[in-house]
Structure formats: structure tokens, C-alpha cells
């Protein structure tokens, strides 16, 4: 069956981007389709996917129940990708593959974001520990099932380097050593990913794109919660220049709308940094492929020297004012109590869990167990948690 082809689609790609007609494919071979390349099925299939869904009710930084307002797993995921795509667009690479894998990277993530994510980890350390990076892998090949032919969505080669990679190469992944999360260990066994190399420029895109928008977006929810003012805010060096300029456009602006005009900019201005730099580093080398790409001895897509700077001062400033607020680590704690209770009951009774996932179960296996409660929503894991204990934290 024909398939539609780069040239067909009617983009005009940069030499060095992935080309979905080269696609490496599936691991379980599929019949092309006419009307969408290799990557937007990708896309399809993960917009589509259970695991996509369940994003709408985990946590970002706030818990749902904290305000409707909040950004969640699931709107951070679309603004990655939008941002993905923005930046892949004027790149000339392939909008579609960046897009797959900015709305995919955060589906291993477990409830109660990285809070639940340490107490998987800690609960899982002698059985490999836990990733939600790896995570993500394990859920689009092997936890959704719902097609006949095999787990998984089956999604290309080129969509699980970028996932497998999001946090870049893993130098060590032929060896024993344990800094290879287990869940991405055992997948690569069966189907190498090529850790050790660079992801295409898609994926480093889609990477840098999580980056400007979880800083943007946890600006405005952390300004939304009161975890700091305006005059905090003027204190960094990112932010101070864009208060000034909003406030010289319109003085007397509200401050809810004031701040949404300094994310915009910053938003706007760290794109610009990104495509600048990208450009710079890419005349340099002048890749012709999109294995020079992967071949590289560093990323292609980042950001300069001097907004990384500022963007670590920014992430410190988030730190100490946002995730580290006394409300949010109460809570977090909680929180992490909470995970840390589901994995420990279901561990000595696996009869505790739903009958789909007791048939998986063979002697309370813990990989089973995690990833029951990595699947879990905030809300489902509460629920639990108050029907299998007497106590339980209401997060507030």
C-alpha cells in the first residue's frame, strides 16, 4: 500500500531531518496508510491511548482538587507539544514526530507527579527502582492493550528513541550498570534503541520543549497559588526586564494579566534563544543526515550559554518559592505516604487489586505492582487508599 511520503505532504524537510518515509518501523510489521505518515499515526495512537487520558487527572504540581485552574499532566503535555511543534516548524524538521513524542513523555508518570514518582522509586529499589522516562516505554509497548495483534500501541522506532532518550544518550546502557532504569533495560533487550548515541533533532526538540514549558507554566501556577508576588518575581534576572516592559506598555495592567504577558514574552524569547542556537550549532556541523545527528558528540537543539544561565536561576528561584513551598511539600509528603501504602499493601495481598490486574500478578510481583500504581490518577489512588486503609491524608 502506497503511503504518504514527506514530499507528498507537501513539507520540505532540512537534510538532516527524520524522515518519516525512512522510518526504521514498528516492531510488529503493519500495513502503511495512505492518508497519514508513520509519525502522525504515532501521534494518533497516543492521543487515543488510555494512558493519554488518565494524564487529565495526575498530578503537575498542584493536586487536582486544588483548583481547576492548575495545569495538569495532561495540559503540560499539549503545551509541550505545541511548543515542540512551533520549534520543529521553523526548523524544518518533522512537526509530527516532535509532536508524538512531547505529548507522550510524560505517560509513565506516576500520581502525585515527582513525589509519587520518589516514593515508586524508593518502594521499587530492590526490584530496579523506577523511571517514569522508562516508564513511558513500558506503557506504549506493553501496559495499553487493546489492539489484536500485540501490546502495546506499537509505535516507530524513531518515536521510542526519542522517549527512551528525552534526558539524552544513556552512555551505559550495554552494560550491567544501574544507572540504565530497568523498565528501558528490559525493553532495549528485545529491541535496541541505541541508547548510547544522541536522539534525532525532533526528539532534542521535544526535550527543550518540556523545559520552556513546565518553567513558564509553574510561573503563572506558582503566582496563581501565592507562592511568591510580583516584587519576588522582579528578583530574576529572566523576569525583571519583561515586569518593566509590561508595565511601561500598560501601567496600570491587574497583576493575573500582567503575568500572563510575561510568560508570553518569556515563552516567546526562550523559543527564540533555542532556534538561534540551534541554527548556530547546526551551521557548525552541517549535518546531512539525520544519523550525523545522532552521531553528534553533542545535542544540536539547545539553548545558549547565556539563557541556560538564567534558566537555572529561574528553576532555583521555582525551587525554593514553588516546590518547596511549606504548603506543596506537606502535601507532597502526603502524598508520597499514600503511593507508599498502595505498594506495600498490594504487595502482601495482590488479592487487594482489581481482578484484571490479579491475573497478572504471580506471587505479588513487584513490576506488576508498580505498574498498577504508576497507571493510577490522583483521585483513583486517593480512592484506593481510603477504601484499603482507615486513615487517609486529604492533601490540603
Given at each position: ?330 502535601i507532597m509528603a502526603d502524598a508520597g505516604r499514600i503511593v507508599s501504602d498502595l505498594f506495600s499493601h ?42 484499603l486503609f482507615d486513615r487517609t491524608p486529604d492533601l490540603r
Amino acid at each position: 500500500m502506497k503511503t504518504q511520503s514527506d514530499q507528498e505532504s507537501g513539507v520540505v524537510l532540512a537534510k538532516f531531518a527524520t524522515r518519516a518515509g525512512a522510518s526504521r518501523g514498528r516492531l510488529h510489521k503493519e500495513e502503511s496508510s495512505p492518508a497519514r505518515s508513520e509519525f502522525q499515526r504515532d501521534r494518533d495512537r497516543i492521543i487515543h491511548c488510555t494512558a493519554f487520558r488518565r494524564l487529565n487527572h495526575k498530578t503537575q504540581v498542584f493536586v487536582y482538587h486544588e483548583g481547576d485552574h492548575y495545569r495538569s499532566r495532561l495540559t503540560h503535555s499539549i503545551e509541550v507539544a505545541q511548543i515542540a511543534r512551533s520549534i520543529a516548524r521553523t526548523l524544518a524538521l518533522d512537526e509530527d514526530l516532535a509532536e508524538a513524542i512531547a505529548l507522550a513523555h510524560d505517560l509513565g508518570h506516576p500520581p502525585f507527579g515527582h513525589a509519587g514518582e520518589k516514593a515508586l522509586d524508593d518502594a521499587m529499589a530492590e526490584f530496579g527502582g523506577f523511571d517514569h522516562n522508562a516508564q513511558s516505554i513500558r506503557v506504549v509497548t506493553a501496559l495499553e492493550r487493546k489492539y489484536a495483534g500485540f501490546d502495546g500501541i506499537n509505535l516507530t522506532w524513531e518515536t521510542l528513541e526519542g522517549l527512551a532518550k528525552h534526558n539524552g544518550p544513556i552512555p551505559d546502557a550495554g552494560g550491567e550498570a544501574s544507572g540504565v532504569p530497568r523498565a528501558l533495560k528490559e525493553y532495549n533487550a528485545s529491541h535496541d534503541l541505541e541508547l548510547a548515541g544522541y536522539p534525532g533533532a525532533e526528539a532534542q526538540v521535544a526535550a527543550l520543549a518540556d523545559d520552556i514549558a513546565y518553567n513558564n507554566h509553574d510561573i503563572d501556577d506558582g503566582f496563581r497559588a501565592g507562592s511568591y508576588t510580583l516584587q519576588d518575581l522582579d528578583e530574576v534576572q529572566l523576569t525583571c526586564a519583561l515586569i518593566a516592559e509590561v508595565r511601561e506598555l500598560y501601567p496600570d495592567l491587574e497583576e493575573p494579566r500582567l503575568i500572563y504577558e510575561i510568560n508570553r514574552r518569556l515563552t516567546t524569547r526562550m523559543i527564540e534563544d533555542v532556534v538561534r542556537e540551534a541554527r548556530t550549532r547546526l551551521s557548525v556541523r552541517a549535518p546531512q543526515s539525520v544519523e550525523d545527528i545522532r552521531n553528534s558528540s553533542a545535542p544540536v537543539i539547545a539553548f545558549s550559554r547565556p539563557m541556560n544561565a538564567a534558566c537555572d536561576e529561574l528553576r532555583q528561584f521555582l525551587l525554593s518559592r514553588v516546590y518547596r513551598n511549606k504548603k506543596i511539600m506537606r502535601i507532597m509528603a502526603d502524598a508520597g505516604r499514600i503511593v507508599s501504602d498502595l505498594f506495600s499493601h498490594y504487595m502482601r495481598d495482590p488479592g487487594a487489586m482489581p481482578e484484571s490486574w490479579r491475573k497478572r500478578v504471580q506471587g505479588a510481583h513487584a513490576v506488576q505492582v508498580c505498574d498498577f500504581i504508576a497507571g493510577m490518577t490522583d483521585r483513583y489512588a486517593l480512592r484506593e487508599h481510603r477504601r484499603l486503609f482507615d486513615r487517609t491524608p486529604d492533601l490540603r
